[in-house]
T-cell receptor
């Protein structure tokens, strides 16, 4: 069964550094998402992406964040200047459709640790 | 926006007993009601979902019931097993909005 994949599984970075988290969504999916989960807390929506542009973003997704689909398979989340509070698990998800209630499939996550 | 509450926050049951987790939501436009299971350190995995045109759906030991009038839906797990121990999240949405997760319910099944 096809799965969403993410790399790296764990990223350690120093405060102020830039990080890029990578995701490969399921191949026939058209809608892509990033969520984050601070340790012990709920999963929070960051951004959704369709047709090469952002569909929706949350208050968390400020100017320090950006997303890109640089080629036909990868979907990336960039954090320009990391802060301690960016430490979390970041999940990528994809779905076939948006408005027709198609389920979202999650990747295994990237644990980001900012020191 | 959607306001989602889950109860209880923690639940311990004896193996073989049933577990029920309730999710209340605020947005009357919500019409898709999934439940995700998350084991420690792993991704959320969809275990069951229900659309607003049905009141109940069952898949082996797992069932979801929906009360749209009262704006709540519940996850029912029967004959619980130790491998059911995990955190369970509800995430109602309208299909045109991102998933809004509840705070989660930590289920512990005691052998």
């Amino acid at each position: 069964e096809p799965e969403v994949t993410q790399t790296p599984s764990h990223q350690v970075t120093q405060m102020g550094q830039e990080v890029i988290l990578r995701c490969v969504p399921i191949s026939n999916h058209l809608y892509f998402y990033w969520y984050r989960q601070i340790l012990g807390q709920k999963v929070e929506f960051l951004v959704s992406f369709y047709n090469n542009e952002i569909s929706e973003k949350s208050e968390i997704f400020d100017d320090q964040f950006s997303v890109e689909r640089p080629d036909g398979s990868n979907f990336t989340l960039k954090i320009r200047s990391t802060k301690l509070e960016d430490s979390a698990m970041y999940f990528c998800a994809s779905s076939q459709k948006w408005g027709n209630l198609y389920e979202q499939y999650f990747g295994p996550g990237t644990r980001l640790t900012v020191t | 926006g959607e306001n989602v509450e889950q109860h209880p926050s923690t639940l311990s049951v004896q193996e073989g007993d049933s577990a029920v987790i309730k999710c209340t939501y605020s947005d009357s436009a919500s019409n898709y009601f999934p439940w995700y299971k998350q084991e420690l350190g792993k991704r959320p995995q969809l275990i069951i979902d229900i659309r607003s045109n049905v009141g109940e759906k069952k898949d082996q030991r797992i069932a979801v019931t929906l009360n749209k009038t009262a704006k709540h839906f519940s996850l029912h797990i029967t004959e619980t097993q130790p491998e059911d121990s995990a955190v369970y999240f509800c995430a109602p949405n309208s299909g045109n909005t991102p998933l809004v997760f509840g705070k989660g319910t930590r289920l512990s099944v005691i052998a």
